[in-house]
């Protein structure tokens, strides 16, 4: 089976300022595989993810050079619509965010902004999000109910079914498990596997053994550059750089 | 006993105390207004009209004028003031003209009160020709309560946490409908709450409508056209006690008063209820 490439930073480089925080990198995501960014804390790993939905465009101070291709379109051409690109490629956050609204609410405001105003659609789009991240039996009661009562785990997969609602191709995940209680984690990387039929995924993570459960290529990030990347095998067991043995094998970071 | 424990004993006794004494202030100030006041209140008293030199009056035009004067300058007050506060937080960039918009909110809500309705004065009863007005008393307590909105608004928005915006950014949402959806209606209890303050000072301020909207009320009960003089409860009291030949001044006094006592009252409980009731249902208790 042949593997498609979904997304593809070419030299990509990322200021702050006058700080370099990407150096040149060149990346190429593959489709319907879950891909992991690992590496020390302030290595890049965040900077790039928020690079592939232009959430850097936030920063005041950013400032990019290079291209991302999406499609063979470079994403930071002045002629893409930002929130379209958004619109394909979802984000979950390291701590969940639900908005303050009812449980309903939060799934239906995706597509309640993409224009979608019929009762029977956001019906049946909440239910199938919710079900796609494994929230559904344990909300569906109390769907009118406001998002904050949910526990810390369950906030994280509503935001999941959140991002899902507006059916992204792309599924950016930063930290997504790291605010969670172990039981909690495991559902989410439980459901990550499950995602990956459907979704590309990119996952940003600092624990290792969950990069090693759960992705299929692994990218390691050390001050701003990609040391290594390749199957996520093949790079735990063999690794081709020292730098890449040594953070696996814990002796920094 | 130690010292630390003695202090904390003491402490906690003053800061008890001071409770205490907010509450007498509060329950003698009550007494002392709605005792004899509201035995003044009758439905005569609220719908008839004033009377210049016999006893009887009532304050049924002024009743009719602070609601109209109240609501025509919230009218006003609340799109610009909300609208300018939703700028400064949201849409704002750091520098000097921003800088130049918050020095200008911030001077102009310590001018003093009757210095804004000399003001008014100026423009609206002279330069404008309108004469005492309802509308130039309306307007010029609009420019009284601006500062107070603009910056309770932003500071409002201010509060909610910027991982909303960027959840619904990240969704696809334009940065309007993040801030109309996502941030405006989180931020909308504490915009409220200044609201609740803006228009309680609204029914109440007396030195700008004095200058403004004059003493007098039109011969027609109620009069809608808003160039019409429009005397309010509270210019009312200021009035009857300073200037009027009615030999019951004081009972309209006491009478005006425990009125704009309890209108209040009623306005700040009828806002501050429902926007506890909205709070907890969005905050899942």
Not at chain 1, 39 to 44: A, K, L
Request: hydrophobic share 45%; glycine share 8%.
């Amino acid at each position: 089976m042949t593997e498609h490439s979904r997304i593809t930073a070419v030299d990509l480089d990322l200021y702050y300022g006058t700080f370099r925080a990407l150096r040149s990198i060149s990346l190429d995501i593959l489709e319907h595989r879950v891909t992991a960014l690992i590496g020390p804390s302030g290595c890049g790993k965040s900077s790039f993810l928020r690079c592939l939905n232009r959430m850097n465009d936030l920063v005041p101070t950013a400032r990019v050079v290079g291209k991302v291709l999406l499609d063979g379109l470079d994403i930071y051409d002045s002629s893409i619509d930002v929130v379209l690109l958004r619109k394909r490629i979802g984000m979950v956050f390291q701590r969940p965010n639900p908005f303050p609204m009812s449980i309903y609410d939060n799934v239906a405001y995706g597509p309640r902004i993409h224009g979608e105003r019929r009762k029977t659609v956001l019906d049946e789009v909440v239910e199938s999000s919710l079900r796609g991240a494994a929230l559904w039996d344990e909300v569906k009661d109390r769907l009118g109910k406001s998002a904050l009562g949910l526990s810390g785990g369950q906030q994280q997969r509503l935001c999941i079914a959140r991002s899902l609602a507006v059916k992204p191709e792309l599924l950016l995940m930063d930290e997504p498990a790291s605010a969670l209680d172990p039981i909690s984690t495991a559902k989410v990387e439980d459901l990550i596997r499950e995602l990956r039929e459907t979704y590309t995924i990119v996952i940003v993570t600092h624990n290792m053994q969950q990069a090693a459960r759960i992705s299929d290529y692994t990218a390691f990030f050390l001050s701003g550059e990609v040391v290594e990347y390749g199957p996520t095998g093949s790079m735990f067991t063999n690794p081709k750089d020292q730098r890449t043995e040594d953070y696996i094998t814990g002796r920094f970071g | 006993m130690s010292r630390a424990r003695l202090m904390d004993r003491v402490a906690t006794m003053v800061l008890w105390l001071a409770g205490l004494v907010i509450i007498t202030l509060l329950a003698a100030f009550l007494i002392r207004i709605l005792g004899p006041g509201l035995p003044v209140l009758s439905w005569k008293f609220l719908t008839t009209k004033p009377y210049s030199v016999t006893a009887g009056g009532g304050i049924g035009p002024e009743l009719f004028n602070t609601f109209y004067i109240t609501g025509l300058s919230l009218l006003f007050s609340l799109p610009i003031g909300i609208g300018a506060g939703v700028y400064m937080a949201e849409y704002a960039k750091p520098g000097r003209a921003t800088n130049l918009i918050r020095l200008s909110v911030e001077a102009l809500a310590s001018v003093p009160s009757i210095v804004l309705g000399l003001f008014g004065m100026i423009l609206f009863v002279n330069a404008l020709g309108w004469s005492f007005s309802i509308l130039g008393g309306a307007l010029t307590l609009a420019l009284l309560n601006l500062p107070v909105l603009v910056r309770n608004t932003e500071e409002a928005m201010r509060a909610v946490p910027g991982t909303y915006r960027e959840g619904s950014l990240a969704l696809g949402a334009t940065r309007w409908q993040t801030v109309s959806k996502a941030v405006f209606p989180t931020a909308l209890p504490s915009v409220l709450t200044g609201v609740t303050l803006v228009a309680g000072r609204a029914i109440g301020e007396t030195a700008i409508l004095i200058y403004t909207a004059g003493v007098t009320v039109s011969r027609r009960f109620p009069d809608f056209r808003p160039f019409s003089a429009g005397e309010t409860l509270a210019t009312r009291i200021w009035y009857v006690k300073s200037e009027a030949l009615v030999p019951d001044a004081d009972a309209i006094a006491a009478g005006t008063g425990a009125l704009l006592l309890i209108l209040v009252l009623i306005f700040n409980l009828g806002l501050t209820l429902p926007i506890y009731w909205y709070q907890r249902r969005r905050m899942g208790k």
